[in-house]
């Protein structure tokens, strides 16, 4: 075909849309490869980084995307979408303290956002739970690895009920664990046992199951990996 005196604005539009469909595919490798010529073109409109930012996250370049997210905030300071796409960012990055303050920040300027709200709340769980943060003694780590075990069985059992032969053995000896203190004396080797056991019964969760989409879920994909 061919365009007339609006040609740049149309094969902009146009890819988009096959940007649009990559993303949807999780084409992301193909995507990134889009999004990259487009990134040589002068960025004066911040709707356009509205647009690409959340893009290049999808397309596994969160480094990119926080770029975007970055310049948002310079050009429009009150803007939500700018804090909670860097809350995002870090989120993608396992950086939790750093996703406290932006969805924070986001919370702060809209505070009815139902939506920021809930992702503030995710975060404050993770933070909670998570056995790697720093600065934590033993006995915390082992807490922490231990209520992610309990969690991972309930995800578990509420979804399959009915024990499966594949995955009957596993249970019981998650159940035996989580019953047992004396394994506890030795701390690294109870977080290795317990993370290792929490992260077989997510994997079988999410081998058995429909993608959980409950925040409990979200917690664990995030703590124990996809």
């Known amino acids: 075909g061919h365009w007339g005196s609006d040609s740049v604005t149309n094969r902009l539009a146009a890819r988009f849309e096959l940007i649009d469909l990559l993303a949807s595919e999780g084409a992301r490798s193909e995507l990134l490869a889009e999004l990259l010529p487009l990134e040589s073109r002068p960025v004066d409109s911040s709707a356009l980084l509205v ?23 310079r050009r429009t300071p009150a803007n939500v979408a700018a804090y909670a796409g860097l809350g995002e ?25 139902s939506a920021v709200a809930l992702r503030l709340r995710l975060v404050d769980t993770l933070r909670a739970l998570d056995p790697n943060a720093r600065q934590l003694s033993d006995a915390a780590r082992v807490n922490r690895s231990r209520a992610l075990l309990r969690r991972a069985l309930q995800s578990l059992d509420s979804c399959a009920p009915l024990v499966a032969t594949t995955d009957g053995a596993l ?21 290795d046992r317990l993370l290792t056991l929490a992260t077989s019964l997510w994997r079988t969760r999410t081998t058995a199951c429909d993608s959980g989409s409950s925040e409990s879920d979200e917690v664990l994909k995030r703590l124990l990996g996809s």
Do not use: C, H, M, W
């Open 51 to 73: 647009r690409l930012a959340p893009l290049y996250l999808i397309a596994g370049s969160p480094a990119r995307a926080e770029e975007a997210y970055r310049q948002l905030s």
């Open 89 to 113: 960012v870090a989120l993608s990055e396992g950086q939790f303290e750093a996703a406290r303050t932006a969805f924070a920040n986001a919370a702060r300027l809209r505070p009815s956002d």
């Open 171 to 191: 249970r019981d000896s998650t159940r035996a664990v989580l019953a047992d203190a004396k394994q506890y004396r030795d701390a690294a080797a109870s977080v």
